[in-house]
């Protein structure tokens, strides 16, 4: 008789759980050659990989899946090479488990310190990517920590088979299969059960689009580390230095746009509107951006700017379509930014020293950035290897979520007999 999805969801918590516990006494190298065996099996196993995720982006076009979505879908051998790239980052990276910090004796002499340890066993729920199945395999493995995956239907065939190639090299290194498990079912009912097991599983992570990540904000009764959407901004201040600023903004537009860290709404300063504005909508106009402007920018670059909706200015667009406003300064950008935004990731191009450091101390996002493009916001761009996400919330992990942001801290007390009075 077939398990229930309950039944099923039940035995993957079980078995995370055990892995877990093996998990926590692992030592680095353990880790790293499981890894590195895993690395092993995903080269031998690219023809295949590559092959189920054609059988998913086939599916997906009969699907009518939209073009950002099959974007992020597909595999091709420079993001597979990508991929192993970035596990081999992982590998490289300083194991922070077992770190001890702030040790310091007490009048009574014991020493009390900090010491760095894994969560336990990770939920992670996410759409569209296979490289995530990766990413977050092998950060959790060097956190000392078991994952449990649920991708996307969309995904299936490409998630199954990087799974496999996994759980392969986890046997071949002798570590248990478990650690790194992929639900096989897209039964909807899997994501309510894994969101709610919590004697199991200890944090959970969603990646995806909004609608995702809300439901699972609102059902989950396990701790969720989140962003809801990458509504991201970049000012164009009075001094900046349009040389510069020309391409961060044509980069962090039009680079990819079904991202959460592109560029959603584009703040010029009216200083340099004028000047900067024409040229700037004539390299988007070169790629097909569609502009959508305030009264402002309308008078400036003509018909072919849309009129701008308060809508406009709060939405995540993940494609060809930008909104510009001209603001008055540098505080009424802020303003704009802390109102409108989705806390991810905002970016300020001017060389004025002084205001640079007031927008990266007023602008209340998990990364903010000078003279650079959104781009950049992602583990591997900030050397974590790889990221299982980026929070937007400001307890525990924020912005990429990396090997640290997968640990948490316990307090450790040394003594030598020492009773208290």
């Not at 014991?110 to 950060?139: D, F, H």
């Not at 609608?211 to 009075?238: M, Q, W, Y």
């Amino acid at each position: 008789m077939q398990d229930s999805i309950e039944q099923y969801m039940h035995r993957v918590g079980q078995n995370a759980r055990k892995a877990s516990r093996y998990l926590a006494g692992a030592s680095t190298l353990d880790k790293n050659n499981a890894l590195s065996a895993i690395y092993s099996a995903l080269q031998n196993s690219e023809p295949q990989i590559l092959a189920a995720n054609q059988l998913d982006m086939t599916k997906g076009r009969e699907r009518n899946l939209d073009s950002a979505l099959l974007d992020r879908l597909e595999l091709t051998p420079t993001r597979f090479k990508g991929m192993l790239q970035g596990l081999k980052d992982v590998i490289s990276l300083v194991d922070p488990i077992g770190e001890i910090t702030d040790l310091a004796y007490r009048p009574t002499g014991i020493q009390i310190g900090k010491m760095r340890v894994p969560l336990g066993v990770v939920g992670m729920i996410y759409e569209s990517r296979p490289n995530v199945t990766l990413e977050a395999a092998s950060l959790a493995i060097k956190s000392g920590n078991a994952i449990i995956l649920r991708g996307g239907s969309e995904a299936l065939e490409s998630n199954q088979a990087i799974a496999t190639a996994i759980q392969h090299g986890l046997k071949v290194a002798g570590m248990p299969e478990d650690t790194v498990q992929v639900i096989n079912t897209t039964d909807r009912a899997a994501v309510g059960q894994l969101i709610t097991l919590n004697e199991f599983v200890d944090v959970i992570v969603p990646r995806g689009g909004k609608s995702l990540i809300e439901r699972i904000t609102n059902e989950a009764t396990i701790p969720v580390i989140k962003h809801l959407d990458g509504n991201c901004h970049i000012f164009v201040e009075a001094q900046a230095d349009l040389h510069k600023a020309l391409p961060i903004a044509l980069n962090a537009k039009t680079h990819r746009y079904g991202v959460c860290n592109a560029m959603e709404t584009l703040l010029v300063d009216e200083k340099v509107a004028e000047a900067f504005l024409p040229h700037i909508a004539e390299l988007y106009a070169e790629k097909q951006v569609e502009l959508r402007g305030c009264p402002d920018v309308q008078r400036i670059l003509g018909a072919s700017v849309k009129p701008a909706t308060e809508e406009d200015w709060y939405t995540e667009y993940l494609g060809p379509i930008l909104a510009v406003k001209i603001v008055s300064g540098i505080d009424e950008a802020i303003e704009h930014i802390n109102k409108y935004g989705s806390h991810h990731t905002d970016a300020i191009i001017t060389e004025n020293f002084t205001l640079a450091r007031k927008f990266l101390t007023q602008v209340d996002s998990s990364s903010v950035m000078v003279n650079a493009s959104t781009r950049f916001a992602d583990g591997f761009e900030y050397g974590l290897g790889a990221e299982i996400g980026i929070s937007t919330d400001k307890i525990h992990a924020r912005g990429p979520v990396g090997l640290e942001g997968l640990t948490s801290q316990k307090w450790i007390v040394l003594g030598d007999g020492q009773i208290r009075q």
